[in-house]
């Protein structure tokens, strides 16, 4: 089954423990993007990937790092969270034939 | 700068109604345009995908089409049901990813 997966689903952690969320795809899909939702501001793009060892900010970046060392994978990085950065967050990829996005089904963190 | 915006902001309707929710675009250089629901915290379901050289995309009841020249996609959902209620978003594509910020739909019985 073609698949998005992100892990952990859940995860509150405090401040300055770094954490990473995973993200796995199984389409062989080239772009890979990480999303954070939060109330009244909708998706907002953090990073993406257009393909392995490469990435490009998006309109969030500040207090994230990615990495894209394999195709399938493509991992959010927190280095020092803050409770600003607690949110929702969605990692998605493209099928670069199509156009069509899939999403993973979501990570909750909560940082106190 | 890209923006996307959806109109409403928030719909509540009886069962049975037929529904049309919107989504402006300002720049019409577009690759795709994509329709997404989201129950309550919950992840995102594609629901149709519009690609730029398309009118219109069918599934069941819903109907999206797109109209590049004037900015704008609708969704039209037929014959409502309380199952429908959600967050409809829509996804403006070129070489990066826009969201609208959602139309909250509920359907009641």
């Known amino acids: 089954e073609a698949q998005v997966t992100q892990n952990p689903r859940y995860l509150i952690t405090v401040t300055g423990k770094k954490l990473t969320v995973t993200c796995s795809q199984n389409?062989?899909?080239?772009?890979m993007s990480w999303y954070r939702q939060d109330p009244g501001l909708g998706l907002r793009q953090i990073y993406y990937?257009?393909?392995?060892?490469?990435?490009d900010k998006g309109d969030v970046p500040e207090g994230y790092k990615v990495s894209r060392k394999e195709k399938r994978n493509f991992p959010l990085i927190l280095e020092s969270p803050s409770p600003n950065q607690t949110s929702l967050y969605f990692c998605?990829?493209?099928?670069?034939?199509?156009?069509?996005?899939?999403f993973g089904e979501g990570s909750r963190l909560t940082v106190l | 700068k890209q923006e996307v915006t959806q109109i409403p902001a928030a719909l509540s309707v009886p069962e049975g109604e037929n529904l049309v929710l919107n989504c402006s675009f300002t720049?019409?250089?577009?690759?795709?345009l994509q329709w997404f629901r989201q129950d309550p915290g919950k992840g995102l379901t594609s629901l149709l995908l519009?690609?730029?050289?398309?009118r219109e995309q069918t599934s069941g009841r819903l109907n999206a089409s797109l109209d590049k020249s004037s900015g704008r996609s609708t969704l039209y959902i037929a014959a409502s049901q309380p199952g429908d209620s959600a967050t409809y978003l829509c996804?403006?594509?070129?070489?990066?990813?826009?969201f609208g910020t959602g139309t909250r739909l509920q359907v009641f019985p």
């Open positions: 720049d019409s250089a577009i690759y795709n």
């Open positions: 519009i690609q730029s050289s398309q």
């Open positions: 996804a403006v594509i070129t070489d990066k990813l826009i």
């Open positions: 990937s257009m393909n392995v060892e490469v990435t």
């Open positions: 998605a990829s493209l099928h670069g034939g199509t156009g069509e996005l899939f």
């Open positions: 389409m062989n899909h080239e772009y």
